[in-house]
């Protein structure tokens, strides 16, 4: 059931369109629907015996210099550069750069080192995972590199992007599954009877090695940080990086930040381990985990000093600010730690050295053009108002000359008619853009000059704390 140049049938399973189907793709097509409907019955969960909760386990410094010498060569060693806005935030800022990875992300770190300590008869059988994304497309690519079969499980709401890329690697991709739930349980009995290998994406503890690789670079890069801002979902992440730097640093600071949107990691350390937690739709959809890893909890728990709650205005800021100030394109996952730093949750460590890391730059399109409109409309950057004016010839011509005026960019405008009780009257609808929130209320009072009724809209989300 070779998937990497075909395309996804009514079931969700991808066949090849260069050939018409074997007996075999049908029977391996005939097994896969049995295995989703015996999960839709309610089959018996299997438990990934990497990440077993009765028996967790804890990752070394060792296990992080490993990785570090076996992945060598075959993942990027990105930049870290110090912020062109320090100034303005205050502080020694640094940005590591990892969203410059080939597939871009850090899960390249982890998903090579995996690959690389299965042993020879595991690495001709193959692995398999279940990934909404990025975890994917690691796996996928340095499967190919390295001549390692990989099979994806990928639930229905993955982007599409992903999925080509993935197929474009030359993985196996499934698309079956509401939600990572349900895509997991497919794949773990998968895994059991096809005899692959299930790796998961955050709290294998090969994953957290290697992803403990960035800590690494980062004492290389930038000597003796106060602190390092770590973006938290499943938790391999933070556990990884914090195993590397509390080693060779024990006085920097590992903070760890979250939407609040998932707020997992926070939960289970309120509820002293791992415990189910309400996800809601998220921009920062790379963290959004409902339950963090058994492993990783373990491994993070005792060295995190900090974890920080953000809003999700905040992220969209973030996502904004990188484009403008740093020419850097970022998911909502890896602008979660500038977002902290932005909200002013962070204040404390004003005049020290500072690194962020900026984790994942997968971000779609679409989505993206929405992350930048919602941050100008947050940071008071973007408003609505409207306005009656007079519905005689020239009315909404003096509305306009007052907006150039004033120095706005007027990006949507519209007027209605048949709501109103003056027929002499129109209401005038306009979305403009400002330079910031004090010149929209120059604007506003400009208005109210020469204008009776004018509405306008409220105080930015992001400045509305």
């Not at 306005?387 to 509305?399: F, H, T």
Request: hydrophobic share 40%.
């Amino acid at each position: 059931m070779e998937a990497s140049n075909g395309q996804r049938n009514g079931n969700g399973v991808f066949t090849s369109k260069l050939s018409v189907p074997t007996d075999s793709d049908k029977i391996s097509h005939i097994s896969v629907q049995q295995k989703i409907r015996n999960i839709s019955v309610g089959a018996e969960e299997h438990v990934d015996p990497f990440c077993d909760p009765k028996h967790p386990k804890s990752i070394s410094f060792h296990d992080v210099t490993s990785a570090a010498f076996l992945i060598k060569g075959g993942v990027e060693r990105t930049p870290c550069p110090r912020s062109t806005s320090s100034e303005s935030y205050g502080m020694d800022l640094y940005l590591k750069k990892d969203f410059l990875q080939y597939t871009g992300s850090f899960k390249e770190r982890g998903a090579r080192y995996a690959l690389l300590k299965l042993s020879e008869e595991q690495k001709s059988r193959g692995v398999i995972s279940a990934s909404l994304g990025n975890h994917a497309l690691a796996l996928s690519y340095h499967g190919w590199k390295l001549s390692i079969p990989v099979t994806v499980v990928m639930p229905t709401a993955a982007p599409i992007m992903k999925i080509q890329k993935c197929r474009n690697y030359k993985a196996r991709v499934i698309v079956e599954g509401r939600d990572m739930g349900e895509a997991k349980t497919l794949a773990m009995r998968m895994a059991q009877e096809e005899k692959l290998l299930y790796v998961n994406g955050y709290d294998h503890p090969h994953i957290m090695a290697g992803q403990g690789t960035i800590g690494l670079e980062i004492m290389e890069q930038v000597p003796e940080p106060d602190a390092v801002v770590v973006p938290v979902g499943g938790g391999g992440l933070i556990a990884g990086i914090a195993t590397a730097i509390k080693a060779l640093s024990p006085k920097t600071k590992i903070i760890g930040v979250e939407s609040e949107k998932c707020a997992s990691f926070s939960r289970a350390m309120e509820n002293k381990g791992p415990i189910d937690t309400p996800i809601k739709n998220t921009l920062a959809d790379g963290l959004a985990v409902p339950k963090v890893g058994v492993n990783a909890f373990v491994t993070a728990q005792p060295l995190i000093d900090r974890m920080v709650i953000v809003k999700e205005e905040w992220i969209a800021v973030a996502i904004l600010r990188l484009v403008e100030e740093e020419k850097c394109v970022v998911e909502g996952a890896g602008g979660a730690g500038l977002a902290a730093i932005l909200a002013g949750h962070l204040d404390d460590l004003k005049g020290k050295k500072v690194v962020v890391l900026l984790c994942g730059g997968n971000i779609d399109t679409t989505v993206f053009g929405r992350c930048l409109e919602r941050g100008l409309a947050a940071e008071g950057r973007l408003v609505k108002f409207n306005v009656e004016v007079s519905d005689r010839p020239g009315g909404i011509n003096d509305l306009c000359a007052l907006l150039v005026r004033v120095g706005v960019s007027i990006k949507d405008i519209m007027h209605e008619r048949a709501w109103l009780r003056d027929i002499y009257t129109v209401e005038v609808k306009v979305v403009c853009e400002t330079v910031d929130w004090a010149h929209s209320l120059e604007l506003k009072n400009e208005l109210k000059k020469f204008y009776t009724k004018v509405q306008f809209s409220d105080v930015p989300l992001a400045l509305n704390q």
